[in-house]
Every structure is written in C-alpha cells, then in structure tokens.
C-alpha cells in the first residue's frame, strides 16, 4: 500500500499563519485538528454555550472528515477539551448525539484557555477509514 498525505483545509485564515491543516490524511488514517466553534463569519458561535458550541466542532470536524473519505462511523478516538470541566456533561451530550452507537474512544480534559476567550470547548477527532472505502 502507497500512503500519500492528504490535506483538508476549512479556509481559516490561522491554518496558514500556524503551519496546520483542518484534518489530514494518510493512507486510511484520519486526524482533525483542533476545532474550535467559529461560525460561518468567523465570530464564535453561540458564546457561552458549551452545548452549542460543541455542535458547531463536530459539525466542522464532520465536515472535514467527509472531506478526506470518511464519516462518523469511522471515528475510533476523539479528544474533548474544555475551559471548564465541570460543564463537561454540556459537550458530552452533542458527543453522545453524534457517536451513541459508534462509541468511539474518548477523553475529557481542562485546558486553560484557547486562542479566543470566547471558545469554551474545543474537539479533535481520529478515524480510520476502512479497506472497501479506500
């Protein structure tokens, strides 16, 4: 088997300043970076809503991962990090809406802060997309 890397971008204007791409692919493995709940026009979305917020990463990284060939169903890690713990359950809830029957492997962390104060939560996900879809 060749690998060949593959790079999907979302258009934002950091993934050039920062050297990083929306979400990489080589071979069957898939990575998206760090997504954080930035809306179409680039304001965050829904601020201070840890639930809302936690939509809109999934939907970007969702979006991303259909990008490189894959789909929820091919997520088998995903990474929730937050500024607050304690609202953990808020994220937990999107992340169950998106994953109850794939059940990926997860982890919850606190983060002090991200690059925008108003981001409350932010997502990475990995998938590996299987033999027949390659």
Sequence with gaps: MTSFRRRVTSG???EPEIGFSRAVRVGPYVSVAGTAPIADDGTTTAPGDVYAQSVRCL????????EAGATLADVIRTRVMLVD?????????????????????CTFVEVSRFIDPEWL?????????????R
């Design 12 to 14: 934002s204007p950091l």
């Design 59 to 66: 939907d970007i990284a969702e979006h991303a991962l259909r």
């Design 85 to 105: 713990i304690d609202r953990w359950r808020e994220a937990a809830r999107a992340h169950g809406e998106r994953f109850a029957e794939v059940r990926p492997a």
């Design 121 to 133: 939560v932010e997502f990475e996900v990995d998938a590996v997309v299987p033999d027949e879809r």
